[in-house]
């Protein structure tokens, strides 16, 4: 079965990021996977729950260790 595709507006809306925040993550790292189809950038939407999910800590001690 085939993923549904998001534009980075559309990712960054899911996420309650801002585009700029998700365009820099491709550059530097740290964001989600995302699909370069020609030029166009494209996130899947299990990419976005996993770098979400990733992300996820139980206290700010937990989110440094982590680094």
Same mark, same amino acid.
């Given at each position: 079965? $085939?993923?549904?595709?998001?534009?980075?507006?559309?990712? $960054?809306? &899911? *996420?309650?990021? #801002?585009?700029?925040?998700?365009?820099?993550?491709?550059?530097? %790292?740290? %964001?989600?996977?995302?699909?370069?189809? /020609?030029? *166009?950038?494209?996130?899947?939407?299990? +990419?976005?729950?996993? &770098? $979400?999910? +990733? %992300?996820? *800590? /139980? #206290?700010?001690?937990?989110?440094?260790?982590?680094?």
């Amino acid at each position: 079965m $085939a993923s549904e595709l998001y534009t980075v507006s559309e990712a $960054a809306r &899911w *996420a309650k990021v #801002s585009e700029s925040f998700l365009n820099k993550a491709r550059l530097t %790292g740290g %964001g989600p996977k995302f699909v370069r189809l /020609g030029r *166009a950038i494209r996130y899947r939407i299990e +990419d976005l729950e996993s &770098w $979400a999910a +990733d %992300g996820a *800590a /139980g #206290s700010t001690s937990e989110y440094g260790a982590a680094q």
